[in-house]
């Protein structure tokens, strides 16, 4: 296939904002796509190479980049950069200069799907001695065989901005539709659940229809999607709801880790599903060490404490060990971690998800032995609420912020991918006015004053809609910040900015800056109010009001392992509403 029939789909589909047209043109799209050709066109609309447990990094200094675009077109090399400086997006200047290239050569090659994607991890591939040199070369001469519109999204795909907004959803939508029905979407969600890769479901469906999924089985090194927990306001609910009986277990707050365990090897994913394991070599050794079988998927919580009192720590302590490649030996010392577990998704070739909780925490305790770093969440198994509320207070005593209750029904299946009452979370901060804090999604930004005069002063926050695939703003959030958090908010943001509000954004505010939706802060506010100016919820509890938080503070987390699409959903912000009407 032609990459210029990509380029001009992403072209289209950049243009709407609403996800089923969105949909319809994926579909128009995939309709056209050869079978062997499905895995690499996926893999780019999605603006990766791999999906992402394989860690393969897109991206190319800008300097490079902007030389090759230079080489390519002949276009003054002042004027690129004056293109770059004017809005930093590589894939405007590679549009606006191929558009006004010099003299078009009779040698150009006509690009196809296979030749981008194989150039791209070329480039992405390769470093050393030379390597700069072939990616100059290899981007130039891709420069020089695009039209404006393949050499904006070539350019793009390779900065890692491809910003095209599909969400996952979306994607299995199309794949519904394409390739088999809608009706049967819910079957695709279940194999990209199970695998984590959007591509390869993708393939197999083209190439084996529907039949061909049931050949996606969860193995030890592919990470599969974390299950998600609903929230209740109080433990006689959280009981009723869950049939009068359930597990309480330990909410401890640290990192999730999604633990594949084989013989002469063992990974370590985040609930994001990066490959953490080269951060943190100690949990590698002491799990090692606790596993008595010979292959498992667990699941658990890496949690901080400290090495002289033995005490948890808190949660960003953690943060401190992530991202570190070159002191890593004195952050193992100085950081140790432990590793609380709390379910057993695989073991000895058996997959464990469709059983229920009481045999899989069976199994893990079956196949693990408890060590000083390595212990499984402590768990009451209880109908009685007095007891319950006893044990929640404990956990809190001890600097826990809550506790998690499973079903014990005969479905409490782990539900990969998906949030639902098989679990459900309380915490400490339900018991005040606000229940929860909530994670919110930075959209735009408004000028500081006083003391912030020339840095931002307040931003413009939102909540994620997934029905209609578009960032609902909720609040203007001010304070929480101290100097140091202040002044890295532009070098946390300015990589997002865009110069008008983000077509994913609905926003009745006019902010003086507007960002792609893409970092997530976490937020505590003291009461979620009905307002005319804020979108989250529009109309849905009145006429003419959306939701808002009022008096909102940043707590000091950026979450770093949410995409904008997982942040505080406007279905949550909803749920929270209704339970404080209460
Ligand atoms: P969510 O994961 O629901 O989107 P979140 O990331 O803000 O929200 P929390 O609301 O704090 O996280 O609660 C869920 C997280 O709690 C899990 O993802 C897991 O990391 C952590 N956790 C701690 N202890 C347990 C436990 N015993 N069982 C399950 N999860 C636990």
Known sequence: MDYLTLAEAYEKIEAT????????LLVELLRQVPVDEVEMVILLTQGKLAPDFKGVEMGIAEKLALKAIYEATRVNETEIQKLWLRDGDLGNVAFEAVSRKKQTSLFTEHLSVK??????????GSSGAGSQDMKLKLLAKMMHDSSPVEA????????????????????IDALAIAYASKEERDAIERAYNTCSDLARVATILAGDGLGGLENIKLEVGIPL????????PGIPEILEKLGGKCAFEYKYDGLRIQAHIRKDKIQLFTRQLEDVTGQFPDLVEILGKSFKGKAAVLEGECVPVDINTGEMLPFQTVSKRRGRKYELTSAVTEYPVMLYLFDCLYLEGGDL????????????KKCIKETERVKLAEVLITDDAEEAEEYFRKVIGKGGEG???KSLAPDSYYRAGSRGWNWIKFKRDYKSEMNDTVDLVVVGAFSGKGRRAGNYGALLMATYNPERGIFETVTKLGSGFDDAMLALLPELLDTHKTDKVHRLVDSKMQ??????????????G??????????????????NSGLAIRFPRYTGKVRQDKPAEEATSTDEMLAMYEMQAK
């Open 17 to 24: 904002r609403s996800r089923l047209e969105m949909a319809d």
């Open 115 to 124: 030749m981008v994607f194989r150039n791209l991890e070329q480039i992405a």
């Open 152 to 171: 904006k999204y070539i350019a793009r795909t390779l900065a890692g901005k491809l910003r095209l907004g599909i969400a996952d959803m979306t994607l």
């Open 225 to 232: 999607r974390a299950m998600l927990a609903e929230r209740l």
């Open 353 to 364: 998800t469709q059983t229920p909780y009481t045999n899989r925490r069976k199994m893990l």
């Open 403 to 405: 506790i998690m209750a």
């Open 511 to 524: 902010a003086d800056y507007w960002f792609e939706p893409s970092v997530v802060l976490e937020v505590k």
């Open 526 to 543: 003291a009461e979620i109010t009905l307002s005319p100016i804020h979108t989250c919820g529009w109309e849905l509890v009145r006429k």
